[in-house]
């Protein structure tokens, strides 16, 4: 279990102890995936060179304990067609967005005794994250059907949701309202037989990161959740409400 001193003083960041963008960029691959299909086939989304194989060893059906210098055949999942290529760009902070930094939430740990939830002071920090995404498919014909759906989808905001620290995470994505060169998207539709067809576009996604303070970080058991108060009415005492912590209920 995590010291609670180690906790405040920073030696255990908490701040740190999941990949934030990680999860969300995952997250925003798999709403793609949902969204943008071809024929009602989905479409494998993907990020190259993130310097982590164990996706490609899962996907393939290969051990994590095989001896990873066997070929796993990456090269021939990066070239399956259809195929959608993301790559993230800039990540801007919007401080005049912040919220109040001495508003209280929670967030859970998992160590090797278990799930552990605290509760400590926290900002929400806003930002936007700007994403190319890159389909490639095998014809003109599947250029127009995925075209159609980024009109009649990303054009308009879309959300999804993804667990952080034990906080369910809001996040929504469209197309920029300025797009670069009045270009909605680029088509590529020449009529060589031998080349597969693209289509290239821009999406702007938003959220915001919660941010723990350390010195103000208390295990959540401790934290009156619900406060109570007695009102004496002469002849009866009524409990208008009852002292609750997380995981205990106080006396009645």
């Known amino acids: 279990m995590a010291n609670i001193n180690d906790l405040r003083l920073g030696k255990v960041d908490c701040n740190n102890q999941d990949l934030f963008f990680s999860k969300l960029l995952k997250g925003l691959m798999r709403k793609l995936q949902e969204d943008m299909t071809i024929r009602g ?49 800039a990540i801007s902070l ?43 498919v095998p014809n003109f014909r599947d250029v127009l059907e995925l075209t159609q759906h980024m009109m009649t989808k990303l054009a308009f905001i879309r959300t999804f949701s993804f667990m952080y620290l ?11 309202e300025q797009v670069d060169g009045e270009h909605l998207a680029e ?15 821009d999406l702007e996604v938003e959220s915001a990161m919660p941010v723990f303070n350390y010195p103000s970080i208390t295990p959540l058991s401790s934290v009156i959740t619900k406060p109570q108060w007695r009102v004496d009415t002469g002849s009866d005492v009524e409990t208008r409400k009852i002292t609750e912590r997380s995981g205990y209920t106080g006396n009645n």
């Open 94 to 136: 919007l401080p005049d967005q912040m919220t109040n930094p001495y508003a209280r939430g929670v967030f859970q740990i998992d160590d090797e005794d278990g799930l552990r939830s605290y509760s400590a002071e926290m900002r929400r920090m806003p930002h936007t994250i700007s994403v190319s995404v890159k389909y490639v």
């Open 41 to 89: 086939e989905s479409i494998d989304h993907m990020m190259i060179h993130t310097g982590d194989d164990t996706f490609w060893i899962l996907r393939k059906h290969h051990s994590q304990i095989q001896n990873l210098t066997e070929q796993t055949n990456e090269d021939a999942l990066y070239m399956t067609v259809p195929r959608a290529v993301v790559t993230a760009g």
């Open 187 to 201: 088509l590529d539709g020449t009529t060589s037989d031998n080349k597969d067809r693209m289509i290239t576009f």
């Open 166 to 176: 034990g906080q369910e995470i809001p996040v929504s994505y469209k197309i920029p």
